[in-house]
């Protein structure tokens, strides 16, 4: 093989996706709750997707941000709208997304509060990215070892530590960033009364808030944006992974007042925004804004963890059965590698969320009796615990 090892994969080949199904190289069918990590939240394959990046291989692929491209403000301003934003800029990733974020809040610290340090809070088993900036802002060791020396201007903090939070408040505070519900960390949904009273603390600080919404974003957690869920309103939000459905392309999204900062030449990307990620983009926000969609993931959503509960809630080694909309975990009290595994003979792709947490996070366009199968193979398998116990 001449790839880098950098990701341990799992044993089977898919060639073939449709809707919540993968199929692989032998032609056997797997019921997809990864959606290659919350990404393809309209299923595989989408039909409207389809149509609208075919049609747009047709006609124009890339002519990059030297020119205006019509498709691009369509979609940024159809985001705006959605959000209450002022201004979007687009993106290949999350990554670049979180670091166009900091690098937003850092110039606006600069020019609005004449700051000459800016810090960042961030929350312990935050992940915000692979970059150097984004992997100093992730509140996990595992992804920062080997790689010092980190760049300044980071303080990560106890998840959900509002008194510590108040403590660190020196004046070179620009942003605080967060996950609504953190992904990789363990499926851990925020607590409401903290997020408001955050967002009240940040408001009346002049402190920037910024709401990581790569994975929670884009209708997984049953409303278009996490921070919907939650009430408040962000400075600063960023989107990925959904937002393509499986095209790369990132956002980061800001407050009018902010649009400003970043003027001709302060930030760019070559691909950003280009006319294929955007096509795809539209094609998503429109089917998200069908009637219904988001009721019915919020449905969705809470029926699947209801049957978990019921199904797995008195089962050996389980801790803790959590999640928002269709973003859901199960924490055991043993690492879930080889659950994981065993899911997948039966059938079922789930994804890990740290060492012992197993994630679910099926398409959006999941339908109940998918939701079904997929818990009677969880039930099953989790009944197998003490196997599991042995061998991992
Ligand atoms: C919350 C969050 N932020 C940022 C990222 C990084 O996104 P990407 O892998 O597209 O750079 C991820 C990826 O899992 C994520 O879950």
Redesign the pocket.
């Known amino acids: 093989m001449s790839l880098f090892p950098t990701y341990s994969r799992y044993e089977i080949t898919p060639v073939k996706g449709e809707g919540a199904y993968l199929y692989d190289v032998n032609g056997k069918r797997y019921l997809d709750f990864a959606s290659g ?1 919350g990404v393809t939240n309209l299923g595989h394959c989408h039909p409207r997707v389809t149509q609208k990046v075919e049609k747009q291989l047709q006609n124009l692929w890339h002519v990059s941000n030297l020119f205006p491209i019509q498709i691009q403000e369509e979609v940024a301003k159809q985001l705006c709208e959605l959000s209450q934003m002022g201004a979007v800029f687009f993106c290949n ?4 997304a ?1 670091e166009a974020a900091f690098k937003l809040a850092r110039k606006w610290g600069s020019e609005a509060r004449l700051i000459k340090e800016p810090k960042i809070i961030t929350f312990e088993s935050s ?4 970059t150097l900036a ?1 992997l100093t802002a992730t509140g996990q060791n595992k992804v920062k070892t080997g790689f010092a020396p980190y760049p300044e201007g980071f303080i990560t903090i106890p998840f959900q530590d509002f008194e510590r939070l108040k403590r660190i408040t020196g004046s070179q505070v620009v942003a605080v960033c967060l ?1 609504l519900v953190q ?2 960390g363990g499926v851990r949904p925020c607590d409401r009364s903290f997020v408001q009273e955050l967002a009240a603390w940040c408001k009346e600080r002049n402190i920037l808030l910024m709401i ?1 919404e ?2 929670t974003g884009m209708g997984r957690t049953g409303e278009l944006f996490a921070f919907q869920a939650y009430e408040i309103e962000p400075d600063i939000f960023t989107l ?2 959904g937002l393509g459905n499986g095209m790369p392309v ?1 956002a980061m999204l800001a407050k009018e007042k902010l649009k400003p900062i970043f003027g001709p030449g302060s930030h760019g990307s070559t691909f950003g925004g280009n006319p294929l990620a955007m096509a795809a983009a539209q094609a998503v926000l429109e089917e998200m804004s069908q009637p219904l969609f988001l009721q019915k993931v919020k449905e969705k959503g809470q029926y699947f963890l209801q049957a978990l509960h019921e199904a797995c809630g008195q089962k050996d080694g389980v801790k803790e059965i959590r999640g928002l909309g269709l973003m859901v975990g199960i924490e055991m009290d043993h690492p879930v590698a080889p659950v994981i595994k065993e899911l997948l003979e039966q059938g079922l792709i789930a994804i890990s969320a740290g060492e012992k947490v197993i994630r679910f996070l099926p398409p959006l366009v999941v339908t109940m009796e998918q939701i079904d199968e997929a818990v009677e193979i969880i039930q099953q398998v989790l009944g197998k615990k003490k196997q599991h116990v042995l061998i991992s």
């Open positions: 990590i990733s999350g990554a670049e979180n992940f915000h990215g692979r984004t996950e992904g990789e990581d790569v994975q990925a992974k990132g």
